[in-house]
């Protein structure tokens, strides 16, 4: 039982309840897609007070660039062109083609969002769910994206058919559609379990995907590999009359069979060293505490909150969690109660241990408390396996 996981705590609301609910994982036999149980609506989740924002993330910002960079090259993107983000949040990325004078929409439910998207980025974003009732609206008032983008997006939604008919309806013709997500198959290969809240209604891979974008009309084209969140893939989907698909997505298929995707052993299997990481992570840190150690954490994401609650750990062992994010800094993790603070009191109270929480961050964090002049402290990172890090960022094995 654990609660939302981006349902951070108001202060002064530190002696009222929360709500807790089953955190859960399926897997389906058949088409091979991770679910978890439906018991919140996505309003509960995306709504004018969310707490995320990508642009708080100097890697994040690299790597949107980069990307916005390359699409435009490849699809050959300009003036006349449209470009449509669903789920883009701050504006983090489409700020990038804005700049290239690139005509774009951003999509989000969350107001807030939107409206920093607008005031900080001039990015134009729409409020609402996107679905097929969205894109036909959309194609209506503007006509077809030559490029639509869902970055992280795919798996946050409950109708997952419904959220895939809609990029058919609003894909040009030789338009392209571009999905992100965690590959479930390094979820699964590096123990990354705290990928698994809420939030996230299904993980992902090319073996539970294709059928879908088939079943609408879609074809996947082109996959490409990349290291965000512990390992990711970005799909490139076209309609399905194309016929120039690349030797990647074969190879993809090739791997995720040979991995044991289809096979229910594979799953059970990950269940087992989920529990193991746990025992393991909980001896680490009761050792530490036990011998005086003082221990603090680094980030408030939506992983965090699932690895600490699942694993029990709260202001008994962890005094406060450092963020950059503002709109964070003053809250209570939810369920643990372990309040956020700015990440200069990292060096004010120079803790002995920082648990990096978002660990696919984890170079970017380590630059940023190694600067701390004289610090001598070291880190903890949970997520394959519990591991110390030097105050540079460097273990044993290294």
């Not at 559609?177 to 979820?187: D, G, I, N, R, S």
């Not at 809250?331 to 109270?349: K, S």
Request: include cysteine; hydrophobic fraction near 40%; proline fraction near 5%.
């Amino acid at each position: 039982m654990t609660p939302i996981s981006n349902a951070f705590v108001r202060a002064e609301h530190a002696s009222l309840s929360e709500r807790f609910y089953p955190l859960k994982s399926f897997v389906c036999d058949h088409c091979w897609l991770v679910q978890l149980e439906d018991f919140e609506t996505p309003e509960t989740h995306f709504h004018a007070d969310y707490v995320y924002f990508s642009s708080f993330s100097d890697s994040w910002l690299a790597h949107a660039r980069t990307f916005a960079e390359q699409a435009a090259a490849r699809l050959g993107l300009d003036a006349r062109s449209r470009v449509v983000e669903v789920g883009s949040n701050d504006g983090y990325l489409l700020q990038y083609f804005v700049q290239r004078s690139i005509p774009c929409l951003g999509v989000d439910p969350a107001a807030n969002c939107a409206k920093a998207a607008w005031e900080l980025r001039r990015v134009p974003t729409e409020v609402a769910f996107f679905g097929s009732k969205a894109a036909m609206r959309l194609r209506e008032q503007g006509g077809t994206a030559d490029l639509i983008i869902a970055n992280n997006v795919l798996a946050h939604v409950p109708d997952i058919n419904d959220f895939v008919a809609g990029f058919k309806i609003l894909l040009g013709e030789r338009g392209i559609a571009t999905f992100e997500f965690p590959h479930v198959l390094e979820m699964i290969r590096n123990v990354e379990f705290d990928t698994i809240y809420h939030e996230h209604y299904s993980y992902l891979s090319l073996l539970a995907l294709e059928p879908l974008f088939a079943r609408h009309g879609l074809r996947v084209i082109d996959v490409e590999r990349l290291s965000t969140h512990g390992g990711s893939l970005r799909l490139y989907v076209a309609h399905d009359d194309r016929t120039d698909v690349l030797d990647s997505v074969r190879q993809l298929r090739r791997e995720e069979a040979q991995a044991g995707l289809d096979r229910l052993a594979t799953y059970e299997t990950f269940g087992h060293r989920v529990r193991q990481l746990k025992r393991s992570l909980l001896r680490l840190l009761i050792e530490l505490i036990e011998a005086g150690k003082s221990v603090a954490a680094y980030g408030a994401p939506a992983k965090g909150n699932t690895l600490l609650n699942y694993c029990g750990i709260g202001r008994d062992f962890i005094s406060f969690t450092a963020d950059r994010n503002v709109h964070k800094q003053g809250l209570l993790l939810p369920g643990t109660r372990i309040p956020v603070l700015a990440p200069d009191e990292i060096a004010r109270r120079r803790p002995d241990y920082v648990l990096i929480l978002p660990w696919n961050l984890r170079q970017e964090i380590v630059q940023q408390i190694s600067q701390i002049p004289d610090w001598t402290g070291q880190f903890i990172i949970a997520v394959p396996e519990p591991v110390i890090l030097d105050s540079r960022g460097n273990s044993d094995n290294d």
